[in-house]
């Protein structure tokens, strides 16, 4: 599975952006995919996921309540609709999928086999 993940951009403190994850090779079905964000001089962290079923989504604390992550199958698109954006959501964000993950590896990078390359996120206060 090939991932493209591109969206990112320059906004202002409180704005918002769309992130989208495309796969080529193969569709989404039966994947889990992650979004997650590696700011300068920190480790990458989770942001949110959604289910191999697609039926469950999760969040880290720090996003929740701001962030949605959705997936369109007919599309074969992964989406990360970020609002209320701050400066400290300002990273590299990666998506990643995986067909194997299970519920408490989600949030764990090292669970996920397949990787698009970065887009960049900057929030501006």
């Known amino acids: 599975v090939q991932l493209q993940a591109y969206g990112g951009g320059l906004v202002q403190a409180g704005g918002s952006l769309r992130l989208s994850c495309s796969a080529s090779g193969r569709t989404f079905r039966g994947y889990a995919v992650g979004w997650f964000r590696q700011a300068p001089g920190k480790e990458r962290e989770f942001v949110a996921a959604?289910?191999?079923?697609?039926?469950?989504?999760y969040y880290a604390t720090s996003v929740k309540g701001r962030f949605t992550i959705s997936g369109d199958n007919a599309k074969n698109m992964v989406y990360l609709q970020m609002n209320s954006l701050k400066p400290e959501d300002t990273a590299l964000y990666y998506c990643a999928a995986d067909n194997r993950i299970i519920t408490s590896g989600i949030r764990d990078y090292e669970q996920y086999d397949y990787w698009g390359q970065g887009t960049l996120v900057t929030v501006s206060s």
């Open positions: 959604i289910s191999r079923t697609g039926g469950y989504t």
